[in-house]
């Protein structure tokens, strides 16, 4: 059955350092697309990075990078040199082929950055 | 600017009464989504539409109605059947629905039921 799980329902950080946020999942499929999205207090869901099951590099976009590994099913979020902005809820999720194309999200880690 | 567009940001309504949520997306994309988000908690799919006339329900779809008449619209009906409607709704859309697409998501309305 899918399943995604962050165990961490609360970090902090302070400003400038770098945070990992975990992730890991569980399919039977081998095509599959994870996905990590931030949520500001203002509700809206923001799309973050993107890794398929079959990249073999590591997903950057700017300050996020995803550390996919693949064998231990895990997809953790790093997140560098953290802005005070960056204070939010962040959503792992997960889509594959026998889901239905559905998307699965995890319950989420809230980050605080620290002035 | 393109984008999804979800209107009300906040709505009240008494018990008992159907409520219909607004989606419209100018993307042109051609997966629409309804999810809902209770406090501290992740997204709950409600339904999917992966195509104009077609939807799916998804893991929680009891209580809720949708339909997809045109590619840019995916309106959410609450009905009185549902037992706990207080919740924050997020509408989202993909440019199709393969395990590759991000979703892009709306503001979200934010459903209150007395």
């Known amino acids: 059955a899918q399943k995604i799980t962050q165990t961490q329902p609360g970090m902090f950080v302070q400003e400038k350092e770098a945070v990992t946020l975990d992730c890991t999942y569980d399919t039977s499929d081998q095509s599959y697309g994870l996905f990590w999205y931030k949520q500001p207090s203002s509700g809206e869901m923001i799309f973050l990075i993107y890794?398929?099951?079959?990249?073999?590099q590591n997903a950057t976009e700017g300050r996020y990078s995803l550390n996919f590994q693949k064998a231990r099913k895990s997809a953790n979020l790093v997140i560098s040199a953290s802005q005070l902005g960056d204070s939010a809820m962040y959503f792992c999720a997960m889509r594959d082929d026998t889901g239905g194309f559905k998307t699965i999200f995890g319950a989420g880690t809230r980050l605080f950055v620290k002035a | 600017d393109g984008g999804i567009t979800q209107s009300p940001k906040y709505l009240f309504r008494k018990e008992g009464q159907n409520v219909t949520l607004s989606c419209e997306q100018n993307?042109?994309?051609?997966?629409m989504y309804w999810y809902r988000q209770d406090p501290g908690q992740g997204l709950r799919l409600i339904y999917y539409?992966?195509?104009?006339?077609?939807?799916q329900k998804g893991d929680i779809a009891e209580g809720y109605s949708v339909s997809r008449e045109k590619k840019e619209s995916f309106p959410l009906t609450v009905t009185s059947a549902q037992k706990n409607p207080t919740a924050f709704y997020l509408c989202?859309?993909?440019?199709?629905?393969?395990?590759?697409?991000?979703?892009?998501f709306g503001p979200g309305t934010r459903l209150t039921v007395t």
């Open positions: 993307l042109n994309h051609d997966a």
């Open positions: 989202a859309s993909s440019i199709s629905s393969g395990v590759v697409y991000e979703q892009y």
């Open positions: 890794q398929g099951s079959y990249d073999e």
């Open positions: 539409s992966q195509i104009v006339n077609d939807f």
